[in-house]
């Protein structure tokens, strides 16, 4: 079994910066397509960034993608020693307001939430005007 905890969101000013942090154990990173997803209140979870399982060969890299409305200010990565992702979200804007979730176990390429297998516990981030 596959266990996650996503930290590292607070309240935060427009224009600032906050990144999150997603523990894996019971699994790894490396493996397979992970990413963050968030949700607001009254609205449906979407798509925030993902980036691809790796293969256990050396001339394949792994690779990232976003959704348009984050990307350029969002960076998502992992620690492959630590089994740890991250999210790194600068340039901060109001609308950014959300619960944000960690996933893992997605099919590659996938920006649907219901294409992911495990789910973290969600850790708030809020961004004042």
């Known amino acids: 079994q596959v266990q996650l905890v996503e930290s590292g969101g607070g309240l935060v000013q427009a224009g600032g910066s906050l990144r999150l942090s997603c523990a894996a154990s019971?699994?790894?990173?490396?493996?397979?397509?992970s990413g963050w997803f968030r949700q607001a209140p009254g609205k449906e979870r979407e798509f925030v960034a993902a980036i691809s399982g790796s293969s256990r060969s050396t001339y394949y890299a792994d690779s990232t993608y976003y959704a348009d409305s984050v990307k350029g200010r969002f960076t998502i990565s992992r620690d492959n020693a630590k089994n740890t992702m991250y999210l790194q979200m600068n340039s901060l804007k109001p609308e950014d307001t959300a619960n944000y979730f960690c996933a893992v176990d997605g099919i590659p390429g996938s920006r649907r939430y219901q294409d992911f297998g495990s789910w973290g516990q969600g850790t708030q981030v809020t961004v004042s005007s």
């Open positions: 019971g699994g790894t990173f490396s493996r397979y397509t």
